[in-house]
């Protein structure tokens, strides 16, 4: 059953769905609270998880971040990694205020950007008491390194230099300064670019994925708040809370959930699906449905 929901998160209200098991008359379940990627919206990836863990005897729910979606906020395609993490803990909120839901089994899971904003509000917000991460990204790293740590140094000073003039353009009245998500020329570097940025138009620009709310761009001077936001740093502070992360053994981005395992403190798992990479644990049901199921017995353990 899915329910149409809004919550209060830092003054905005956002669009969220409550995903819960068909016919349900027992009593306050045990929930988890699903984060989207990066450019992705509520009704994509998060949406299919949050099905598959309803049907096995959790609420889910599934919301858009601020600014972005169906969720209020301005300038649309603001990505503030700060308000993101705002968010999951209010998504948390408003399930610790709902009469369907035990306030004390409430986990969350993350979806590439997600998967690093999850835990990140997971470090301080203990009412989390599980923590998950699908294909997880760090925003931070990926703008201030790239992929694989393979970025020009100086791309990231001309970007913080550029967000400096798009807020004094801003101030002056000029409509916010866009970037897209997928550029338009993607097709053309396919031969050039990693097979993540490949997929990644895959996903959102043909029917396998696209939603019309998606990939819209983002703002250009998010950049000089994701650059100082590291989601991992405090990893070590969700123990001893458990901390599970998924990836696909032929990601590009798995170094980075490896990475997020070396800082984390036990109890911690990193769990490997063989043969997906990072884009094909969004929908692709050969590695979505193990993936699902160990999210079901982690959570099932520890809700």
Known sequence: MQTNVTFPSDGLALAGILFTPDGHTGGPLPAVVIGHPGGGVKEQSPSLYARRLADAGFA????DAAYQGESEGEPRGL????????????????LTTRDDIDPGRIGALGICASG???PYAAQTDHRIR?????????LGHAFR?????????AVLPALLQQAGAARTAEA?????WMVPWIPEDAEQRFATETRQFRETW??????????????QGWVLRSIDRIAQYDSFAMAHLISPRPLLMIVGSEAESAYISREAMERAAEPKELHVIDGATHID??????????????????FGEHL
Do not use: C, I, M, N
Request: charged content about 25%; cysteine-free.
């Open 281 to 298: 644990l969004y929908d692709r049901d050969v590695y979505v449905t193990p993936a699902v199921a160990k999210l079901t017995a982690f």
């Open 60 to 63: 889910a729910l599934v919301f």
């Open 116 to 118: 690093g904003y999850v």
């Open 172 to 176: 002056r009245g000029e409509a916010p």
């Open 145 to 153: 390194e790239g992929l694989g740590r393979t970025q020009d140094p």
């Open 79 to 94: 990505e503030d990694p700060f308000q993101r993490a705002e968010d999951v803990k209010s998504a948390v909120t408003h």
């Open 130 to 138: 599980a923590v998950a991460a699908v294909s997880a990204a760090d």
């Open 202 to 215: 895959e996903y959102y620009r043909t029917p396998r994925g696209h939603h019309p709310r998606a990939v």
